[in-house]
T-cell receptor, first 113, second 116 residues
């Protein structure tokens, strides 16, 4: 069975400082990893996925299969980054391929002005 | 926002009563999902449906039931058998593009259910 671990429930960072939200996973197959974000009074939404290797709102995340990690990073935190962040792992649930997501417990990031 | 809607936003239920949460999407997505969000536990999958008239149990299906009679609708019933139903419920949908797909799940605004 797959598992996603986010060890930090709360994380506070000063504006302008680097941010790293940790995510570790366990899965016997080839994983697909995602970061979802929920801003105050907004819906949960996709931030980025490892397969796209993209940077969204200054955030990046690299899949490290050796360490089974998918940490979310941003070099300079901004106040608008304050939100709840969830790491998620996609596991194929049938030959259709789609798409059971297993979520971590989330990290609430607070940016201190 | 739009695309995927949930109603009502807040719902109160007396112990022992069944209650149905609505989820509708106009995104023409094949797959729909129900999650439960509890503080400190993240999101847990209750049920999912990949196509109309088909659905599968997720990780915590006990005490819940669903139907998928129409592509755009995936209602969730919280039955009296659910031991701890007070929670925030999220519905999501995605395009089912098969094994090579990298579909995004789009979430509704959620329904907060409180059992009195």
């Amino acid at each position: 069975a797959q598992r996603v671990t986010q060890p930090e429930k709360l994380l506070s960072v000063f504006k302008g400082a680097p941010v790293e939200l940790k995510c570790n996973y366990s899965y016997s197959g080839s994983p697909e990893l995602f970061w979802y974000v929920q801003y105050s009074r907004q819906r949960l939404q996709l931030l980025l996925r490892h397969i796209s290797r993209e940077s969204i709102k200054g955030f990046t995340a690299d899949l490290n299969k050796g360490e089974t990690s998918f940490h979310l990073k941003k070099p300079f935190a901004q106040e608008e980054d304050s939100a709840m962040y969830y790491c998620a792992l996609r596991a194929a649930i049938s030959n259709f391929g789609n798409e059971k997501l297993t979520f971590g417990t989330g990290t609430r990031l607070t940016i201190i002005p | 926002d739009g695309g995927i809607t949930q109603s009502p936003k807040y719902l109160f239920r007396k112990e022992g009563q069944n209650v149905t949460l609505s989820c509708e999407q106009n995104l023409n997505h094949d797959a729909m999902y129900w999650y439960r969000q509890d503080p400190g536990q993240g999101l847990r999958l209750i049920y999912y449906s990949q196509i109309v008239n088909d659905f599968q149990k997720g990780d915590i299906a006990e005490g819940y039931s669903v139907s998928r009679e129409k592509k755009e609708s995936f209602p969730l019933t919280v039955t009296s058998a659910q031991k701890n139903p007070t929670a925030f419920y999220l519905c999501a949908s995605s395009i089912d593009s098969g094994p090579s797909g990298t579909d995004t799940q789009y979430f509704g605004p959620g329904t907060r259910l409180t059992v009195l």
